[in-house]
């Protein structure tokens, strides 16, 4: 499978906190990375009409030292994604054919790419924390608090003390009860819900451990949990981009669950074969 530029793994997970000025930058080269390489930053910054300091501070805040490195880091990999993200847009009169490539197409990009950027020592820092904690409660709203349930439902196999909220006021009730013996996982794709940040404050007020998943490395949440774990989200006026990035975090959660199921394997084995021989009585 292609591998995607650092570059472009670098916007996607910080599209959600650029400015206006930024995104027009970030869409440039987003859709069209050949053209970049063979641009110099004054001719980047005229057909953008912005400063050429304009351009190399976007590069610096997307950790690079300059656009000379930019252009090398794009350069260096020659399976380049060239795609032209604006191709990716549903339109109205997109065949059912097209739309189906789309979304899916959408699906394994998201997922190849967080593949590619996630931080393992993230995801062993947070199954410590969920091995080291008397009870683990996983809060998402709206599209996130599915995931909640997934992973509640998914650890629960496993014989783990654990419990999942999607309503804000019981999440409130909730969250006042922990305290340090416990753990958190907090779900948002734009890591910028109010609910959620004062899910965490909560929280911290207690003691509790904190770990959260979303879809953008420089969201509030991301800065503000014990442990980010980020996806790469492709924020970029996609109709179906927040659909694709809740596949990535329901692959997060797989992830978490496979780790802390290994890592306490005979208490896993036990804990799943009580639960298959309960649900066997649900079957003919």
Do not use: W
């Not at 910080?14 to 080269?29: L, V």
């Not at 924390?129 to 008397?134: A, G, H, Q, V, W």
């Not at 009870?135 to 998914?154: E, L, P, R, T």
């Amino acid at each position: 499978m292609e591998s995607t530029p650092r570059v472009i793994l670098e916007i996607k997970s910080m599209y959600m906190s650029f400015n206006k000025t930024e995104k027009k930058i970030a869409d440039y080269i987003l859709n069209d990375p050949q053209k970049v390489i063979y641009s110099t930053i004054s001719q980047v910054a005229a057909e953008l009409d912005v400063a050429d300091s304009t351009i190399f501070r976007f590069c610096k805040k997307i950790n690079f030292k300059g656009f000379y490195d930019l252009k090398i880091s794009l350069a260096a990999d020659s399976t380049a994604d060239t795609h032209n993200y604006s191709a990716a847009q549903i339109t109205d009169s997109d065949s059912e054919q097209a739309i189906i490539n789309k979304v899916f197409n959408s699906n394994i990009s998201v997922l190849n790419d967080t593949m590619n950027m996630i931080d393992p020592m993230c995801i062993k820092k947070a199954v410590d924390y969920i091995l080291d904690s008397d009870q683990i409660v996983f809060y998402g709203n709206g599209g996130s608090g599915i995931v909640a349930m997934d992973a509640n439902h998914k650890f629960l196999r496993i014989g783990l003390k654990v419990s999942s909220y999607t309503d804000y006021h019981m999440q409130l009730m909730s969250v006042s009860q922990l305290t340090e013996k416990d753990a958190i996982v907090v779900i948002s794709h734009s890591g910028s819900n109010l609910d959620i940040l004062n899910l965490l404050d909560i929280a911290k007020e207690n003691g509790t451990k904190t770990i959260g998943i979303t879809s953008f490395s420089k969201s509030p949440v991301s800065q503000k949990v014990d442990v980010p774990i980020n996806v790469i989200s492709h924020e970029t006026e996609q109709q179906f981009e927040a659909f694709a990035s809740r596949i990535a975090h329901l692959a997060v959660i797989d992830v978490l669950y496979n780790c802390t199921a290994i890592r306490r394997k005979e208490l896993s084995t036990v804990a799943v074969k009580k639960m298959r021989e309960a649900i066997s009585y649900t079957r003919i």
